[in-house]
């Protein structure tokens, strides 16, 4: 019990700061509007630092069930932990949002556009594309993953480690999170996205359901893939594994090509039928 709590405590903090910042720049009349990307990225990288900071004493701060799973996967993390762990982040994703809301409530009135409103909730992709979109989440969070394992790896002087943390946050927002805004998170996506769909806010529009899967099937097996790839790179073992999910990324990632592009073909006909 005690898990959950922290890890829904350290996710909650780290929502308060990245949909904050992400409000604080698009919703209308605050002093921080059009702030730009390096603003945003810059405030999730200092959101995950202290979400880290404030409980990885007590269990590690995974603060994202892709970070849970895949440690589990290599065993550097008990199987049996992993539903607390994943419930206690949803929770706090969720809390975190309603939080964010109810901060900038003036401005969420006075922003018309629905767009705008989910997005400070959710992730949505620059250029809708089933497949590249699930690349994306997953080159991101094959990054993310292989880097907390090297981080973990090197030794630092005593606290220095949330802020390495933050700091690769801020890089994968910088450098790879253009394409669907980088979740790399399941946890950061569905749990503000619910509280979207469930909060009173006006003019808001649906919660873009169809898109939800991409970022909680994309930082999942993308950072298990990360997570196989430095085990077998830099610790001589788990190369049976790497192999085996090596072909299951595979079989995976051209399943998804192969249902997307039958999914647009059917859309695109669709449209020509209804024109």
Sequence with gaps: MFEFVAEAFGTMILIIFGGGVVANVNLNKSKAKDGGWIVVAIGWGLGVMLGVYAIGQFTGAHLNPAVTLSFALI?????????????GQLLGAFLGAVIVYFHFLQHFKATDDPDVKLGVFSTDPAI?????????????????????????ANEFSEGLNPLIVGLLIVAIGISLGGPTGYAINPARDLGPRIAHFVLPIEGKRDSNWQYAWIPIVG??????????LYQVIFTEAGTALFIGYSIFTIIFLAAVY?????????????????N
């Design 219 to 228: 930082p999942i097996t993308g950072g298990m893939f990360g997570a196989c």
């Design 258 to 274: 192969f249902i997307g592009a039958r999914a647009q073909r059917s859309q695109h006909s669709n449209t020509k039928t209804q």
């Design 128 to 152: 809708p594309h089933p497949f590249s979109n699930v690349l994306s989440e997953f080159i991101g969070t094959a990054v993310l993953i292989a880097g907390l394992l090297t981080i973990g």
């Design 75 to 87: 065993g550097e993390f008990p199987w049996g932990m992993a539903a607390t762990y994943i419930a």
